[in-house]
């Protein structure tokens, strides 16, 4: 019972919070996008555009809040 | 200068970094999802870490410190992070020739590899999406490997592991100052202390340690977290223009150890 009560709850609590996560990741990912130099969170295509140039790589890993 | 200036900074503003950023193929990673823990191995309780590497894995440099929010000034700013950039740039010119001097940088065994195959996550969080897509409602942060670490360790009853206890201790704990604004320069020697007896001084600069090219506060961090204690540390020092060696003394319970 208490489980049935608090479920739905805890979803309504939780939306506001993702859909703000969502709209930061948004946020952030056209910042990135603008500065014109960042691969997003692919790692693999970052690896093989380094063996391509022969350039180093720099990887940020960076928890958005 | 906090943690999201900073990251805004090194993104899109500052104008030498961004400088720097045209020399490397740069990657950001915006969650732990599937993140290769074989090779990005660093203070999961951060929430920025950046990483110099070539494209064959090895990695050159971190760049990164264990800090509070209020606390982040005096371990990252734009100066230090332009200085690491560029010496990761120099030991890249060098390589592979350099290699040897860069084994001690290189990752070391872990647990699982990815954090979705530490059962506390994989059960919640399921697999990790495909490369470059991404997930607003199923996202793995990175403190959470450190908990999900953490928690491993208790349901095999084993005993947390000072490592595990207390990660990346800053070099403060020696009291060995350095100047956010270096390399790893230090700017404060405390009294009574290991960095005092050990003999370091104001202005050194830490070049090396234990053979690794140190290119920030983090590359030190990364020696003294994974030494195994009691040891010297061998410690290649400028010092008025001439490079001298010192000790840096990591005693039994140096993690907990008073400054």
Known sequence: ?65 | MDCQSFDEQVVRRDPKVQKLLDQFVCVRIVQANGLDLTLFQFDYDLTFAAFMLNADRTIYGRYASRTGRRQTSQATGMESFAKALAAGLDLHKGYPANKSSLAGKQPLPVMHKIPEDYPSLGSRFGRPPASGAMSDRNCIHCHQITGAQRREVEVQKRDLIPALKHPYPMPEIFGLGLDPKEKAKVSRIWENTTAASDGFKVGDEIVALEGQPILSIADIQWVTHNATAPAKLKAEVLRGGKRIVLELTLAANWRKAPR
């Open chain 1, 1 to 65: 019972m208490n489980r049935l009560v608090f479920l739905p709850a805890l979803l309504l609590a939780a939306t506001p919070v993702l859909a703000q996560r969502g709209d930061l990741l948004r946020t952030d990912r056209e910042e990135a996008a603008a500065a014109g130099k960042w691969i997003y969170n692919d790692l693999p295509r970052g690896f093989a555009e380094a063996q391509r140039t022969g350039r180093p790589m720099l990887v940020v890993v960076r928890c958005v809040p």
